[in-house]
């Protein structure tokens, strides 16, 4: 079975705080997404990467960036964390047409 | 550009009921289609797909079959249980040359009462 993990299911942060959320994969897939999922929102992409060392942005980048040193883990980054990033986020890998998601982490931003 | 509609939740129906989500989608090309389940506590997980016109994708009891004419992908199960309260996503991603990526709908929470 395919697993995809998260560093922490929980997170509690102040304003300010840089914070990194961790995400692996371990099926040597190419690509990875983080969203982060808002009530009455649905999920929103945040970023996403085909391959080691490359990124796009997705439809809300403000605020975040990732890196991609190793194809198995994809790291979201909140270079100062504020308030309103306060969510649920949430990693996936997946094939040509087949997503598979991570449990998910819930931060809160004080 | 790409977009899903779904039905608004909350969801409550009693166990055994009939179960339709609504959920229709803007895309340009020949989107692949695709249902999302959230169970509580838990990462999201696919339920079906279908990737062309006239597809039904099912699994678990659930269906939706993709209508190119309504450009829709209603889900439906005929009898619902308990173990079915979730939140449940409606999804499009276009092709791109292996290098796809989704566009969700709001989600709708179903709860079912014993």
């Known amino acids: 079975d395919v697993k995809v993990t998260q560093s922490s299911r929980y997170l509690v942060k102040r304003t300010g705080e840089k914070v990194f959320l961790e995400c692996v994969q371990d099926?040597?897939?190419?690509?990875m997404f983080w969203y982060r999922q808002d009530p009455g929102l649905g999920l929103r992409l945040i970023y996403f990467?085909?391959?080691?060392?490359?990124?796009e942005k997705g439809d809300i980048p403000e605020g975040y960036s990732v890196s991609r040193e190793k194809k198995e883990r994809f790291s979201l980054i909140l270079e100062s964390a504020s308030t309103n990033q306060t969510s649920m986020y949430l990693c996936?890998?997946?094939?040509?047409?087949?997503?598979?998601f991570g449990p998910g982490t819930r931060l809160t931003v004080l | 550009g790409n977009s899903v509609t779904q039905m608004e939740g909350p969801v409550t129906l009693s166990e055994e009921a009939f179960l339709t989500i609504n959920c229709t989608y803007t895309?340009?090309?020949?989107?692949?289609l695709f249902w999302y389940v959230q169970y509580p506590g838990e990462g999201l997980q696919l339920l079906l797909k279908?990737?062309?016109?006239?597809d039904k994708g099912s699994n678990k009891g659930f269906e939706a079959t993709y209508r190119k004419e309504t450009t829709s992908f209603h889900l439906e199960k005929g009898s619902v249980q308990v173990s079915d309260s979730a939140v449940y996503f409606c999804?499009?991603?276009?092709?791109?040359?292996?290098?796809?990526?989704?566009?969700f709908g709001t989600g709708t929470r179903l709860t079912i009462i014993p």
């Open positions: 996936a890998s997946t094939t040509r047409d087949w997503e598979f």
């Open positions: 099926m040597d897939h190419e690509n």
């Open positions: 990467s085909y391959d080691v060392k490359m990124k």
């Open positions: 895309a340009t090309g020949y989107p692949s």
């Open positions: 279908a990737t062309k016109a006239d």
């Open positions: 999804a499009l991603s276009t092709p791109n040359f292996g290098n796809e990526k989704l566009t």
